[in-house]
């Protein structure tokens, strides 16, 4: 692509993003999902107005990094720590029951792949995908029923923040795992070597920027020096360490999550991200999905991803709940409640794609599963509170 064709499809990309998000949310649909079908209308597949290109994937690549450093920004550590061993179990639950359901569900339909084959990894992905846990529908539906306070409600954002923090390091140590020179003690190794040092080097840097905004408190260096940590840890991340550049994008924005003038930083992120990366990202997700791949196989292969996505995050979540005395019925409701995806089961299928764990067509059941859990969790929450089990 001549570098004067990025302003005419960047243009129709923002055009027909916001005109796709603002149907969606019409439609009470999240409006990263217009997002992404507004990639799939001026995308190759149907109008072939856009296709992808080198620019375009630099730029959603940084899209992703802003969302997963924004992320970061927004986690409470407080909240972590407050959280306990409830939430904690709930969300290893949240994590290992979906991963598992999600290796049986490829494997059982594709055929069982030997330990190391690409079709080994890709089962394992689908499974990666399926940990991927957004709050943020099931927040609002609390919020509006008035039980956003309550134990199951607390209960589930905590275990969603904790269960997005083990997500991340899953996903670190699979794609480490796909590289054939590495073995699963140098993967764990590195891994740990990355977050030890993040947490070391992270107090150091926490505190120059608790002086910076001490001196310098809601200057526009403060978000830039942000913006440079988030960067700079994304490339330490990969470049050294081999794990994904989103973690540390999200190990940026916890190291700055407690500083005053984390507020601050992200809504300059958000704005940035929001303003042009975010919806380049998204339909960049949609200019690689051909519908036409969509055959009568796979359609089956994507409802069936969909309700073993949904079922796990209940079985799991609910079933520990239920082992920590919660009572049957809110037991469900944290299960329910766990079960929402959103943009960040998109960010880790798109690293899959980047590695080479999966393929783009696999985009059709996350862009599905996201679009019926959205749907249907606050349907079933509602209907679940119907009948008061707890003030």
Excluded at 140 to 158: D, F, P, Q, R, V
Excluded at 185 to 213: C, E, M, P, Q
Excluded at 222 to 249: C, K, Q
Excluded at 295 to 307: A, E, P, R, T, W
Aim: charged share 15%; aromatic share 10%; glycine share 10%.
């Amino acid at each position: 692509m001549e570098t004067i064709e990025i302003f005419k499809s960047l243009a129709i990309i923002l055009v027909s993003a916001k005109l796709c998000g603002l149907l969606a949310a019409k439609l009470k649909a999240p409006q990263v999902v217009g997002e992404i079908v507004a990639g799939l209308l001026i995308g190759p597949g149907i109008l072939g107005i856009v296709g992808p290109s080198e620019l375009i994937n630099g730029m959603a690549e940084i899209g992703v990094v802003l969302l997963m450093f924004f992320a970061g920004l927004e986690t409470s550590l407080r909240d972590l720590i407050k959280t306990g061993w409830k939430a904690l179990l709930i969300a290893c639950a949240g994590v290992f029951v979906p991963l598992v359901g999600g290796y049986l569900l490829y494997s059982a339909y594709y055929g069982f792949a030997p330990v190391n084959s690409n079709e080994f990894y890709t089962a394992v992905f689908i499974g990666v995908i399926m940990t991927a846990t957004s709050v943020s529908i099931t927040v609002a539906s609390l919020s509006e029923l008035g039980y956003l306070k309550s134990e199951t409600g607390t209960t589930i954002m905590s275990a969603a923040i904790i269960d997005d923090v083990i997500g991340i390091i899953v996903l670190t140590f699979v794609v480490g795992m796909k590289d054939p020179e590495t073995n699963p003690v140098s993967v764990v190794t590195s891994t740990g070597l990355f977050f030890v040092g993040a947490a070391v080097v992270g107090i150091i840097i926490y505190k120059i920027f608790k002086v910076l905004d001490a001196h310098y408190p809601h200057t526009r260096r403060i978000p830039i020096f942000g913006f440079v940590l988030a960067f700079a840890l994304s490339y330490i991340a990969e470049r050294y360490f081999g794990i994904a550049d989103i973690t540390g994008a999200y190990v940026a924005g916890i190291i700055l999550c407690s500083i005053d003038d984390s507020e601050y930083i992200a809504r300059k992120v958000d704005v940035s991200s929001y303003m042009l990366f975010a919806p380049v990202f998204f339909c960049s997700i949609g200019l690689k999905t051909s519908i036409g791949e969509l055959d009568g196989s796979l359609l089956v292969f994507c409802i069936l991803f969909v309700i073993v996505a949904l079922v796990s995050k209940i079985i799991g979540c609910g079933f520990v709940s239920r082992l920590l005395k919660f009572n049957k019925k809110d037991s469900l409701k944290i299960g329910v409640g766990m079960m929402t995806r959103g943009e960040v089961a998109l960010i880790v299928a798109q690293k899959g794609l980047s590695v080479g764990m999966i393929e783009s067509r696999y985009f059709t059941a996350v862009i599905l599963l996201i679009l019926v859990s959205s749907v249907a969790t606050p349907v079933v929450l509602k209907l679940l509170y119907r009948t008061k089990s707890e003030a």
